[in-house]
């Protein structure tokens, strides 16, 4: 069965530093989306892509975030320097079209300290 | 804007008996809602989802829930637990034309005692 994957399944970095979430869609998925959980709280959408944009996103993905999907496979996203508050499991989703389900990975644990 | 309530953050049932986690939605228009269920270290698989077709919608592993407009409701059940239903179940609605964005209740972890 076709699958989300992600990686790292974790990953730790200091304060102040950009990292990059990689995850690569089912193939013939063209809609992108990363939510985040922070632990003990709800899953948080984040941003939604398609066609090579970005078609929606929520207040938490601010200048510090960015997506792309730089080799037509992988869709990535990029925290440019991270805060102790960014510490949650991201996950992305992608899906075939508006309002059909998403098909989610299994996320990655970003612990920034 | 749409929000999404589940009521009880931990459910716990005996093995056999019913299961019912409940899920309230407030949306400006009719919306899809979706239930996925988390297992422990893994990520969300969609249970089932309703998007504007029948209201008792079936899904996978013996849930199933009915969307009920007049009490903006989207319960799920299952009638008899089994061990491997132990896991973490989210509510999510979503508005049409919305590029997909679900909003996702607050999750509520079901134990199921043998």
């Known amino acids: 069965e076709p699958e989300v994957t992600q990686t790292p399944s974790h990953q730790v970095t200091q304060m102040g530093q950009e990292v990059i979430l990689r995850c690569v869609p089912i193939?013939?998925?063209?809609?992108f989306y990363w939510y985040r959980q922070i632990l003990g709280q709800k899953v948080e959408f984040l941003v939604s892509?398609?066609?090579?944009?970005?078609?929606?996103k929520s207040e938490i993905f601010d200048d510090q975030f960015s997506v792309e999907r730089p080799d037509g496979s992988n869709f990535t996203l990029k925290i440019r320097s991270t805060k102790l508050e960014d510490s949650a499991m991201y996950f992305c989703?992608?899906?075939?079209?508006?309002?059909?389900?998403?098909?989610f990975g299994q996320g990655t644990r970003l612990t920034v300290v | 804007a749409q929000s999404v309530t589940q009521l009880g953050s931990h459910v716990s049932v005996s093995e056999g008996a019913l299961v019912l986690l409940r899920c309230n939605y407030s949306?400006?228009?009719?919306?899809?809602l979706f239930w996925y269920v988390q297992y422990p270290n893994q990520g969300l698989q969609l249970l089932l989802k309703?998007?504007?077709?029948?209201?008792l919608v079936k899904g996978i592993n013996g849930f199933e829930a009915e969307f009920k407009k007049s009490e903006t409701s989207f319960h799920l059940t299952k009638p008899s637990a089994h061990m491997s239903d132990a896991a973490e179940y989210f509510c999510?609605?979503?508005?049409?034309?919305?590029?997909?964005?679900?909003?996702f209740g607050q999750g509520t972890i079901l134990t199921v005692h043998p």
């Open positions: 989703a992608t899906g075939t079209g508006v309002n059909t389900e998403a098909f």
């Open positions: 193939s013939n998925h063209l809609y």
């Open positions: 892509f398609y066609n090579n944009e970005i078609s929606e």
């Open positions: 949306s400006s228009v009719p919306p899809y």
């Open positions: 309703y998007t504007s077709a029948a209201t």
């Open positions: 999510a609605v979503s508005l049409p034309r919305s590029y997909g964005k679900l909003t």
